[in-house]
């Protein structure tokens, strides 16, 4: 038996067009093939609108039970692969059941729509926002298309950024004193403190500073920890001397760091720490970690020029 090639090929094109998706910031994702694409970003209670064109291909038709277009909020791990839990699910109808013959364009709208949670892509879990049609059909598998769109979230800085202050050290060797100016940081900040040395008997080599994030999927027994250095920064190349301080000033805006999530949807937490690793001069490495909290901060009206300020944004 002879297949002839694109017969199982879907007899239309579907593509779903954001009413102000020219105009509206942008932003990177990565798709499952591993390859990026360019989608507009939304923030909770906005309105989402557009279009959904079929284009049925020329000298067929599309015979079908009725098309709608969903918009969906889900939650994937990655050791659960395949499986999503929505948590948010709307629906709108835009056909009747019937048969298109030629390019039909079917207008859509979600009014303020309540997207709780930012858009994530990390090591075993994402959370992902997204416009799904389908054209339901008889006998035959339906015909699916998605479109994806990223979703964040503002914060108001706090009223309350106390400053960390620690002091660590190994008995008789080492005594150090370090400060970060605050607990609390935007996602564009900057990370300024000192550090102070008022014992060293033992001969350092370097001193850095590092971002980790640590992301945790699952509960209980089945709870998977992810850490990953998302940043290096040399503080020091030399051995200090009692007495010595040393500066810190660390920019935020160039790594790709989100909000710190504490629970989402009892699904996974997102957490970042600020990690300080002294190295001697065996090789020996001593860290000291401390949480720090991570925060989207409201562009400023240059930056967010690019953002639609409609009358959806809450």
């Not at 990223?150 to 106390?162: A, G, L, R, W, Y």
Request: aromatic share 12%; charged share 25%.
């Amino acid at each position: 038996m002879n297949f002839i090639a694109g017969a199982f090929k879907p007899p239309c094109n579907i593509t779903v067009r954001f009413s102000d998706g020219k105009t509206r910031k942008q932003n990177s994702i990565k798709k499952e093939n591993g390859k990026t694409a360019t989608v507009p970003v939304f923030l909770s209670q906005e309105t989402i609108s557009g279009e959904v064109v079929v284009e049925p291909i020329q000298g067929k038709k599309v015979e079908h039970n009725g098309v709608k277009i969903e918009l969906l909020g889900q939650i994937e791990l990655y050791f659960d692969r395949g499986n999503f839990y929505d948590f948010t699910s709307l629906v709108r109808e835009l056909d009747v059941p019937g048969e298109i013959y030629e390019r039909k364009t079917y207008p859509f709208e979600f009014s303020t729509v309540e997207m709780p949670y930012e858009s994530y892509n990390g090591v075993n879990v994402r959370l992902r926002y997204i416009l799904k049609v389908t054209i339901s059909r008889n006998y035959v598998s339906n015909i699916v298309e998605y479109q994806e769109f990223c979703v964040h979230n503002f914060t108001s800085p706090p009223t309350i950024n106390n400053s960390i202050k620690m002091e660590v050290g190994i008995e008789d060797c080492l005594h150090i004193e370090f400060e970060y100016n605050k607990s609390k940081y935007h996602l564009k900040d900057v990370i300024v403190g000192k550090i102070y040395f008022l014992l060293v008997r033992i001969k350092i080599k370097n001193m850095e500073l590092e971002i980790r994030r640590r992301e945790s999927t699952g509960s209980g027994p089945n709870t998977y920890v992810e850490t990953e250095t998302l940043a290096k920064f040399e503080l020091m190349d030399g051995a200090p001397v009692r007495g010595e301080s040393i500066p810190i000033r660390l920019f935020l805006s160039p790594y790709e760091l989100t909000p710190t999530y504490r629970n989402v949807n009892n699904k996974f937490g997102v957490k970042y720490y600020l990690n300080l690793v002294l190295v001697d001069e065996e090789d020996r490495r001593y860290f000291k970690q401390q949480e720090i909290t991570l925060y989207r901060l409201q562009e400023t009206s240059q930056d967010s020029s690019s953002v639609r300020t409609g009358p959806g944004k809450s």
